[in-house]
């Protein structure tokens, strides 16, 4: 997959800060373009007509959008890292992972309490939706902490998930949870991920304040 003229489109403290950090692991030349949401339902109808963040440029004509997509893209630009596995199973994995934070962590259980309006048009019922939201956002992070069983969530070494789960794991502290001491196993993970210099450089990009624990 060609690899010049690679544009990243983001919302600071989104989800797309997953992809971000993977291609500063690339070692790639790209351009970052930050958005905000007016942008995202004006100009930026002609990159992505979801208006959805992240989407990805390749070649200034290959336009991808979807999280597990745009990893799985990057990934194939510097395949001998195996930032989406080592093997074709451990891809599937990451896949799935992928999929799954995509449409259920992301799309049903933070897009409740953030976004209940995209749920149901009567604002009467937002806080049920809000209280639903927030169920499942913590069925999700303890289906995520007893699943993992190491630093790393597909085999043994760094991969697109560990990034994700490393977004998703800063939107836990947004909402105040308690995520160091309800899921130590996932603030192991991502610790590791914080450290490595492209989790800082794209935190520091995207002007946001380095990882901590709280």
């Known amino acids: 997959m060609p690899g010049d003229n690679i ?9 797309a800060l997953a992809p971000h950090i993977l291609l500063r692991e690339i070692g790639k030349d790209f351009e970052l373009v930050e958005m905000t949401m ?24 290959e336009i991808i959008t979807e999280n597990p997509a745009v990893m ?60 639903q939201g927030m169920i499942t956002i913590k069925e999700s992070f303890k289906f995520i902490e007893d699943k993992l069983s190491g630093l790393h969530a597909v085999g043994d070494e760094f991969t697109g998930t560990d990034a994700y789960l490393f977004a998703i794991y800063r939107w836990g502290q947004t909402i105040k949870l308690p995520m160091a001491s309800d899921y130590p196993k996932l603030t192991a ?21 380095p990882f901590t624990v709280q």
Request: aromatic share 8%; hydrophobic share 40%.
């Open 7 to 15: 544009k990243l489109w983001y919302l600071p403290g989104s989800c």
């Open 38 to 61: 007016e942008k995202l339902s004006g100009e930026y109808d002609a990159i992505n007509p979801k208006r959805r963040v992240p989407a990805l440029a390749l070649n200034s004509n």
């Open 72 to 131: 799985l893209a990057i990934s194939n630009l510097a395949p001998e890292k195996h930032l989406m596995g080592k093997t074709q199973m451990d891809t599937v994995r990451a896949i799935e992972w992928g999929t799954w934070l995509s449409g259920t962590m992301h799309g049903q259980a933070f897009a409740g309490v953030w976004r209940p309006h995209r749920f149901i048009g009567e604002p009467e019922f937002y806080d049920k939706i809000k209280a």
């Open 189 to 209: 993970l991502v610790l590791e991920v914080s450290k490595r210099e492209s989790a800082i450089a794209a935190l520091k990009a995207e002007g946001r304040p």
